[in-house]
């Protein structure tokens, strides 16, 4: 909606351009009027207007003066002035003060409805361009952390990055990093998935964040300093004046996993890298980090690991087949009470003090892949095992302390065991049930006779008749009968109606319906093709 205020001095002059115009046809709206320019500047304080509607000769302000103070206070106003032919100059001088257009007195009503639209135009492209600058000016706002947090991102884990450009951007951040010395130190939360399991994703992304501003506050004390999250670690650039050691940043380690236990009620795991007198070490004192944590995945919760600490070349290190087959023999023999050993032997055969997080968890996710090829082969509900998807199960893995990914390997099997062994029962049972139809398949039974014979209800004999024969008991009784019934056939000596008898139907027209529908031919038929 547009709002006009009309000034003029003459009442009929405003009743006029008020009511000879259906001004809400065209989204206008008369808004305000006054007699004079000292009525029509109070009446601004309270209304806001778009379109000001002058006359110029007006008792105790007049037109040009009015302007004037419009265009100072209200620059966003546009200013029609309606004068007569002789009022031309003052026109003139009104133009100079930022009025829009000007009307010759008197003004016909399609010219000051033309004029009137014209702003309206101009008016509303404004606003339009306006709200998409707002748009642009909020989503540049809000882009500013994201923006931080990349350039950060690039700054450390780039091996050359373009530091000029990414130091301006950090700039804009108000973030400096004004000393000679740089270094970085790694957060990683510990079993990160159980955290995931407990919360929401908004209430993690909280946690990171909070964790991002306990390690910013801790190190600032001491160091500038700057955080940004990678991976779902917190990664911690540290500017000294001179160079530290790895024991000296020890102490602030400490600091922080104690104020992050004590507000956030979690533990982390802190890796630290060299620091070294150039902006370009950040890239290797990072992957000092990272490594010295991976490389002490044995350790286990709440560890403080520095880039000095010795390792092993983890890719010298081998998967241990022999523990693995001997974790698969004790599951198919169902020994469970073997299962943990074997575990805690192939972990042990991994040499997990001195091989990489990455080695132990690969051979960990392998053990899991075999487990669950071993239950594809038995026929077992992998799903009801592992869940619906096995790669979210290795991320899980991923994320999780060696201690908790021994658990959950231990749960695993545990599982595995149990369904092998109902599988094993339920066999035993199943065959009972069809040993005792095909010994009594000429008795008069069905679906509840053979269920209270094994000691299961029928529902459940069902439920195994279409999990292990794919098909129905009575579908299954029916074969048994026809397949007997047709070795009978070949006895010419046997009537139709004996045979039907001896196989266990008593109702010689079923039996024929039966036997057609599951050979095709009726049984004279089927004797007939016999030679």
């Known amino acids: 909606m547009i709002r006009i205020m009309i000034v003029d001095d003459e009442e009929r002059a405003r009743t006029g351009i008020r009511t000879l115009i259906n001004w809400g046809k065209y989204g206008v709206s008369i808004q305000a009027e006054a007699r004079d320019g000292i009525e029509a500047l109070e009446q601004l304080k309270v209304i806001e207007i778009d379109i000001l509607i002058t006359d110029i000769r007006m008792p105790e302000m007049d037109g040009l003066t009015l302007i004037e103070h419009v265009a100072r206070d209200y620059p966003h106003i546009k200013c029609v002035v309606m004068s007569g032919f002789d009022e031309f100059s003052f026109a003139k001088k009104a133009i100079q003060f930022g009025v829009t257009e000007y009307l010759l007195k008197p ?41 931080k ?190 299962l943990l050993n074997h575990l805690k032997e192939f972990n042990n055969a991994l040499k997990p003090e001195s091989s990489s997080k990455e080695h132990i968890v690969r051979s960990m996710i392998a053990l899991v892949f075999t487990l669950y090829k071993t239950c594809v082969e038995k026929n077992l509900n992998t799903g009801e095992i592992f869940g619906d998807d096995l790669i979210k199960l290795s991320h899980i893995m991923s994320q999780s302390s060696l201690e908790l990914i021994q658990n959950l390997l231990y749960d695993l099997l545990l599982t595995i065991s149990d369904k092998l062994s109902n599988r094993k029962n339920t066999n035993k049972l199943f065959q009972s ?28 004999l069902s439920l195994l008749f279409k999990q292990e024969m794919k098909m129905s008991f009575l579908e299954y009784l029916h074969h048994i009968r026809i397949d007997k019934a047709c070795e009978y056939l070949h006895n010419r000596s046997l009537k139709l109606t004996e045979i039907a008898h001896s196989v266990g139907y008593n109702d010689d027209k079923y039996f024929f319906q039966v036997f057609k529908k599951y050979t095709g031919v009726t049984p004279n038929q089927y004797r007939n093709t016999i030679n």
């Open 433 to 460: 049930a069809l040993d005792y139809v095909q010994t009594n398949y000429t008795k008069d039974i069905n679906r509840e006779t053979v269920a209270r014979e094994v000691f299961i209800t029928p529902g459940y």
């Open 149 to 338: 947090e990349d350039t950060l991102r690039k700054l450390v884990t780039t091996a050359n990055p373009p530091f000029n450009q990414l130091f301006s951007i950090l700039r804009l951040n108000q973030i400096e990093f004004p000393h000679l010395c740089f270094g970085v130190m790694v957060l990683q939360i510990d079993n990160f998935h159980s955290l995931q399991q407990r919360y929401g994703p908004e209430d993690i992304e909280l946690y990171k964040y909070s964790l991002k501003n306990i390690a910013e506050e801790t190190t600032s004390t001491f160091y500038m300093c700057a955080a940004f999250e990678h991976q779902d670690d917190i990664v911690l650039i540290l500017n000294s004046e001179e160079l530290i050691s790895s024991g000296t940043l020890t102490p602030l380690a400490q600091e922080i996993q104690r104020n992050v236990q004590q507000h956030l009620n979690f533990e982390v795991s802190i890796g630290i890298g060299s620091i070294e007198a150039s902006v370009r070490h950040l890239n290797i004192s990072y992957r000092e980090a990272t490594r010295a944590l991976n490389h002490r995945y044995y350790m286990g919760l709440a560890k403080i690991v520095d880039y000095t600490t010795s390792i092993d070349d983890p890719d010298h290190s081998s998967y241990p087949l022999t523990e693995e087959k001997a974790i698969l023999q004790a599951l198919f023999q169902g020994k469970q009470e073997e």
């Open 107 to 147: 003004s016909r009503t399609q010219e000051i409805l033309d004029t009137v639209i014209k702003l309206a135009n101009i008016i509303e492209s404004q606003r339009r361009q306006e709200l998409t600058l707002e748009k642009l000016n909020m989503g540049f706002r809000e882009s500013f952390p994201l923006l």
